[in-house]
């Protein structure tokens, strides 16, 4: 069956994509650099999940590095700043997702085999991201609790393509009624035996069982390169 | 400047979809329908503030009626249905967006001339309904206090194209932190002399104001009409 013009088109340019992702992430793994690619809603604690892990990481001697994307302002290239890591700003100027070839663009000068993770803080979007394969080692979905229980169910297609679900404003659980059974399991229906974890960044709950997780998938990388 | 292919395909299909959203737009008018398309994050409120709109309406004898997009599910509909109103899901399975063609299919069997309002709840996303006009009288741009007082700057296109904004969940903003100042400065920066109504769902503060609101609007319909 033959697809309609607009289609034809999508396909080419996603498949352009996934060779580019490909090749970076040859490049990735040969320096040893983790690369997360993270996508949620807007406003789910992308940027200040990040500044705390940069600035974790960096406290506990850890080479780490972000490029963060949006459609306009570098409002959050400048917050993740603060943490003292190289930080890169993409503007899409309308675009609803990154693409590998924007990464590796925003590559440039950097020296990989000096670092140790990079970390992507795609737009925020729970359907663009999803068709776009940056070269990542892990895709992290992340869902706060403000955004209720269902976002697994009505966006199967990121939490399908995730390695890692992070539930975030756990501190706000009580006061917005989130029913955690009942997004576990939603989690577990869409994408069974995903890992799931639980922070919040204010109260920093969690966290060090995230920042775990990371060093742990890096040391995976190392062994598997 | 030739446009590359795919900008090519999008700016006619985009063209298409505005002939029919005009097409529409004289029909809603005609009948005296009030069409409200509600654009927000996924997770704001939409949904919640829709339930209690549509029952407080039909409390008050306003005849109304509720069109719902989601990639996946039928949760929204059926939540929706509980205030009594008619209510269709669209499912869009993958696309991040409604198109006027979808709504005008998912009209067919309503009577339009016994309808004063319907609401239209679109996919949880702040990029891709921007440019598709629906035929809608009132778009109105969500955004809660929980996803941070810089999405106006972050997504100025949706912001551009509403008529209102409506922020949401304000019974949580000393629990987040919610700059109430910075927030509507930002939203004046992108779109002066916008309206602006604040609602908490959950304890009902703001919400006469947005009904009474509604009601202004349809009767600025019946009179322009």
């Known amino acids: 069956m033959s697809q309609p013009r607009i289609l034809q088109v999508r396909t080419k340019i996603l ?18 650099v983790l690369v997360v690619n993270m996508v949620s809603s807007p ?17 506990r001697g850890t080479s780490v590095a972000a490029i963060v994307g949006d459609l306009e302002t570098d409002n959050d290239a400048r917050r993740l700043a603060r943490s ?5 700003q ?24 000096g670092l140790e993770m990079l970390f992507i803080e795609n737009v925020g979007n ?12 892990v895709r992290v979905a992340l869902l706060s609790v403000t955004e209720g229980e269902d976002k697994p169910l009505k966006y199967p297609g990121l939490f399908n393509t995730s390695d890692l679900a992070v539930i975030t404003k756990t ?29 919040a960044t204010r109260t920093g709950t969690g966290i060090d069982a995230w920042i775990d997780e990371l060093l742990l998938r890096r040391s995976s990388l190392l062994r598997r390169g």
């Open 90 to 113: 993409i503007e899409t100027h309308g675009l609803c997702h990154l693409e590998a070839a924007m990464i590796d663009e925003h590559l440039a000068g950097w020296d990989l085999a």
């Open 126 to 137: 729970l359907v663009c991201p999803t068709s776009w394969d940056l070269g990542e080692s």
């Open 15 to 32: 498949k352009a994509n996934d060779e580019t992702a490909r090749e970076m992430r040859r490049r990735f793994e040969a320096a040893g």
């Open 171 to 199: 501190d706000l659980a009580d006061a917005v009624g989130f029913d955690r059974t009942t997004a576990l399991a939603n989690i577990e229906r869409v994408r069974p035996g995903m890992p799931v974890l639980e922070v």
């Open 84 to 88: 003292g890591a190289p930080v890169r």
């Open 43 to 59: 406003g789910s604690g992308k940027t200040a999940l990040l500044e705390e892990t940069l600035t974790r990481l960096r406290t």
